[in-house]
Structure formats: structure tokens, C-alpha cells
């Protein structure tokens, strides 16, 4: 062959093969796009609606860890997700919503969830800063805890956190509970604005010396604030106790 001829056609093999690749790599363009469109951004008020929701997963992903929105379920940091994945629902139908302060980290976090193939993935629009100026709340969490079996005579502990979401400070004003065999105190009397302390819980169902705590019972954690919106807040516990 003509050794002009034979460059030419080497020649428009390689386009044509450049070619190929070049529309190859535009078909899988559409698919991209439809990975990205699997997360929702959301606005703080919508956010706000789905939090209330039993059935969500609210993820925290911001670095350094930060006061969560009540009620979040995990926190795990935004670069971090490939090596939390016990850490989410296992069904991947379950929504998600995902934050962090001002919306960079959890948006970075949402991609990488959605393509876990995770199919309801929300990301809060401005993160927890733009959050804070629609939402306000002071929680006892969680709304209850179970012992499980406690001894007649032994002493179980359990604590709750009490979040002032707010921006303003809070002073817990009295902490009681429903029964004498029920101790609980603050760690903190005073609050400051978007913090968070501890309600530390004792149980002693041998204290009346008789038979009056025994077998399946609630008991409740009363805690008021000087907060006129959360003034009374109150949380309870499960136990059975058996004697030995």
C-alpha cells in the first residue's frame, strides 16, 4: 500500500474511534444529572415539616460536631460516609435528611448518599444557620427510654438531653419526677443558647420497702424552664422489676 494512503486511513481510524468515545462519553451524561436530581433541596420550613415525621432519618453531617436540631438520628462527619455505612437505614427507601451549618458539607454528603443508592435524600438549603431564623424549640429527648428488667434492690440509671434551640440562654427552674423511687437532676441549671445538657436519671424501686415497684411500670421526668413558650417539659421511662 501506498505509504500516503496508509497514514491516511491509520488516520481516520483514530477519529472515528475518538469519535465513538466522545458520544459515548455524552450518553452517560443524562444518568449523572439523574443522580444528582435524586437529592432535594429544601427550604428550612419544609425541613422543619418532614423532621416531625417518625419515618425520616435526620443525619447531621457538619465537622467540627455541633449542637444537633432536635431529634437527629445519627451525626456522622461529611467526608466520612463510605465509612459509616452501618450507620444509616438499611432500607434505602427511607428518607433522609441531611445538614450541616451553612449547606456546603451536607451537600457534598447528599451526592455521596443518593449514590449509595439511597432514594429520598433531602439537604437542608443553608444549612443550620438559616434554620435557626424560622425555628425555635427547647426538647427533653427522648420522649422515653425502657430499662428492660431491673432487680428488686438494685439502682439503674439513665440520662435525657435537654437542647436549648434557641438563641437565647435558659435556666431550668425545677426538676421532679412521679414517684419517690425516681431521682433526677441537671447537670446544668443554666443553659446557653444552642446547647445542650444532661438530665441524669436514678431508679430505685426497693426506696418505700415494699412491694409498691414491682413488675411492669412508667415513670415520668418533669422539668420545667424559665422559657415561656417550653415551660414544662416531661419525658418518661419503662422498667420491670422483678425480684430475685
Given amino acids: 500500500m501506498n505509504p500516503k494512503k496508509f497514514l491516511i486511513a491509520i488516520g481516520l481510524i483514530a477519529f472515528t474511534l475518538g469519535a465513538y468515545r466522545f458520544t459515548s462519553g455524552q450518553l452517560k451524561e443524562p444518568a449523572e444529572i439523574k443522580k444528582t436530581n435524586s437529592v432535594k433541596l429544601i427550604s428550612p420550613i419544609e425541613f422543619g415539616n418532614l423532621v416531625g415525621n417518625i419515618d425520616v432519618f435526620l443525619l447531621d453531617v ?38 450541616c451549618r451553612s449547606g456546603s458539607m451536607s451537600a457534598q454528603a447528599s451526592q455521596e448518599i443518593a449514590a449509595l443508592g439511597y432514594t429520598s435524600v433531602y439537604d437542608l438549603d443553608g444549612g443550620t444557620d438559616a434554620y435557626k431564623e424560622s425555628h425555635v424549640s427547647v426538647s427533653l429527648t427522648p420522649d ?18 435537654l437542647t436549648n434551640y434557641s438563641p ?71 422498667a420491670n422489676v422483678i425480684k430475685e
Avoid at 422515653?144 to 438531653?161: A, H, K, M, N
Avoid at 419526677?177 to 443558647?193: F, H, I, L, R, Y
Wanted: aromatic letters at 8%.
Fill in 144 to 161: 422515653t427510654q425502657s430499662l428492660g428488667d431491673v432487680v428488686y434492690g438494685e439502682i439503674s440509671t439513665t440520662s435525657f438531653t
Fill in 62 to 99: 457538619h465537622t467540627p460536631e455541633q449542637t444537633h436540631i432536635p431529634g437527629t438520628d445519627a451525626f456522622i462527619p461529611f467526608d466520612q460516609i463510605q465509612n459509616n455505612l452501618s450507620n444509616l437505614p438499611s432500607d434505602k427507601s427511607t428518607p433522609i435528611l441531611v445538614y
Fill in 168 to 238: 437565647l440562654p435558659l435556666k431550668i427552674t425545677r426538676v421532679s419526677t412521679s414517684c419517690g423511687c425516681t431521682k433526677a437532676t441537671a447537670v446544668q441549671a443554666e443553659v446557653d443558647g444552642y446547647s445542650t445538657t444532661t438530665i441524669d436519671v436514678t431508679f430505685d424501686p426497693a426506696v418505700h420497702k415494699d412491694d409498691t415497684d414491682i413488675g411492669q411500670l412508667t415513670r415520668t421526668i418533669y422539668v420545667e424552664t424559665d422559657n415561656p413558650n417550653f415551660q414544662d417539659l416531661e419525658v418518661n421511662f419503662t
